[in-house]
C-alpha cells in the first residue's frame, strides 16, 4: 500500500519533469544553432518557435508538447483517474516553469491541448471537451488572425462548457485551472491586445 503510494507521486513527478522538457530551446539549438530564447517573445513554446525556426519546426514544437502531456497524462492513468489528472496538469506546470530551463517556459496552450485530448481518451471519453476548444481556437484564429486571442478564447469556452458536462469534479476542476494558467501566462498579449499592439499571423 505504502509503495503503491509513493509511485503515485512519484508518477506526479516525472509528469512535471516530462514537461519540463523544452522542446522549442531543443530542436532551435541541435537542428539551427539558435537559442529562441534570445529571439521574438523569447516565450518558448511553439507559436514563438514557428516565428523564429519556420512553421514546420512550430508544428513539430506543437506536436511534441502535446505528446509530452498525453503520455504523462497515460502513465497516471494506469494508477486512477485522479493520479491520471493530476499528472495532466503537473506536466503542464513544468512545460511554463520547467526545471531544464531556469522555470521560464511556455504558455501552457499545446501541453493544455493534451491534457483535454488525454482526459477525452483515457479518462472521462467525452470527446466535445477537444473538440469545442478546437473549433472556437480555429474560428477566432481565422476571423482575428492572432494565437493569443484564439487560445484564450478557446479555453475560456471550454471551462464555461465543463460546468455543465457529465463528469468528475477533478477533471472539471483541472480543465478550469489550465484555463486561468493560460490566462495568466498570457497577461502581457492582453495588455496588447487591449492596445491593439498584438501580432497577428500571416499565414492563414
Not at 514544437?61 to 496538469?89: N, P, R, T, W
Not at 516553469?97 to 481518451?121: D, E, H, Q, R
Not at 478550469?176 to 498579449?189: K, P, V
Request: proline share 2%; aromatic share 12%.
Amino acid at each position: 500500500m505504502l509503495y503503491n503510494t509513493y509511485m503515485k507521486y512519484l508518477t506526479i513527478v516525472l509528469a512535471y519533469l516530462l514537461g519540463s522538457i523544452p522542446w522549442s530551446l531543443i530542436i532551435g539549438r541541435l537542428f539551427f544553432k539558435t537559442d529562441i530564447r534570445e529571439h521574438g517573445s523569447g516565450n518558448l513554446g511553439g507559436t514563438n518557435a514557428g516565428r523564429i525556426l519556420g512553421k514546420k519546426a512550430g508544428v513539430v514544437v506543437m506536436a511534441l508538447d502535446i505528446l509530452k502531456c498525453i503520455l504523462a497524462v497515460y502513465i497516471g492513468s494506469l494508477f486512477s483517474q485522479e493520479i491520471g489528472v493530476m499528472c495532466g496538469v503537473a506536466c503542464t506546470l513544468g512545460h511554463c516553469y520547467p526545471i531544464f530551463a531556469n522555470f521560464k517556459g511556455g504558455k501552457a496552450v499545446s501541453t493544455s491541448i493534451g491534457c483535454l485530448f488525454s482526459i477525452c481518451a483515457f479518462l472521462s471519453f467525452n470527446w466535445l471537451l477537444i473538440i469545442i476548444p478546437v473549433v472556437v481556437f480555429l474560428l477566432v484564429l481565422y476571423i482575428f488572425k492572432m494565437v493569443s486571442l484564439a487560445s484564450i478564447t478557446a479555453f475560456i469556452t471550454i471551462s464555461i462548457v465543463a460546468c455543465f458536462l457529465p463528469m468528475d469534479w477533478l477533471p472539471r476542476l483541472s480543465i478550469i485551472f489550465l484555463s486561468l494558467l493560460i490566462i495568466w501566462r498570457h497577461r502581457e498579449n492582453i495588455k496588447r491586445l487591449l492596445n491593439k499592439e498584438e501580432r497577428k499571423i500571416t499565414w492563414m
